[in-house]
């Protein structure tokens, strides 16, 4: 198994433009999240759902858009890109039925300039 | 509002030291509470987990001290190496609602030979 799976490793965006970070997992697992990391602040939860065709809001979703169209699946939508978007992205997932981990993936780095 | 407080936000060891990585949380519905462990470069991955009807687990070198009523919990390294050298998290969740951890700040370890 490749466990989670980010694209694209790095991308530098200028204000303004939009992009999608796509996340795949092959676990088969229910829930999954998209999280932001910025130095000092730990990580921060910006949408989440718990299975294809429902996702909620975390704490920081503003400018950013999701959907989760099959289990795999789950794209982090950034529209508008502004300079207070560059952070380190990290998708993750975990099994609602066996246990409580979160696995995560090798994250994307976004720079917005 | 930062519901997972964490401390230090930086330590540094000798090789065979005990690191200790504090943290509070003020929320009393949080049922479960792991310690994550990321290496530059890398998702965060599960280092330990304890819930809050025992007050210490252990695994290998790594044992969590939870105390209920002070509503702090807390990560020990026994005989720490320069391999244990990473940035550690700790989290904490409420049951139900799909599994979202709300994260601490983390604590940027280096153990030195």
């Known amino acids: 198994n490749a466990g989670v799976t980010q694209t694209p490793k790095f991308r530098i965006l200028k204000i303004g433009q939009s992009m999608t970070l796509q996340c795949t997992q092959d676990?088969?697992?229910?829930?999954m999240y998209w999280y932001r990391q910025d130095p000092g602040m730990g990580l921060k939860l910006i949408y989440y759902?718990?299975?294809?065709?429902?996702?909620d809001k975390g704490e920081v979703p503003n400018g950013y858009n999701v959907s989760r169209s099959t289990t795999e699946d789950f794209p982090l939508r950034l529209e508008l890109a502004a300079p207070s978007q560059t952070s380190v992205y990290f998708c993750?997932?975990?099994?609602?039925?066996?246990?409580?981990?979160?696995?995560f993936g090798p994250g994307t780095r976004l720079t917005v300039t | 509002q930062q519901q997972v407080k964490q401390s230090p936000q930086s330590l540094i060891v000798q090789k065979g030291g005990i690191p200790i990585i504090n943290c509070a949380y003020e929320?009393?519905?949080?049922?479960?509470f792991p310690w994550y462990q990321q290496f530059p470069g890398k998702g965060p991955a599960l280092l330990i987990a304890?819930?809050?009807?025992?007050s210490e687990k252990k695994e290998g070198r790594f044992t969590i001290s939870f105390n209920k009523s002070a509503k702090q919990f807390s990560l020990h390294i026994m005989d720490s190496q320069p391999g244990d050298s990473a940035t550690y998290f700790c989290?904490?969740?409420?049951?139900?609602?799909?599994?979202?951890?709300?994260f601490g700040t983390g604590t940027q370890l280096k153990v030195e030979l």
């Open positions: 676990m088969n697992h229910n829930y």
């Open positions: 989290a904490a969740k409420v049951a139900g609602g799909g599994n979202k951890l709300t």
């Open positions: 993750a997932s975990s099994n609602r039925d066996r246990s409580d981990e979160q696995y």
């Open positions: 759902s718990v299975g294809a065709g429902i996702t």
């Open positions: 929320n009393t519905a949080f049922d479960y």
């Open positions: 304890i819930r809050p009807d025992v």
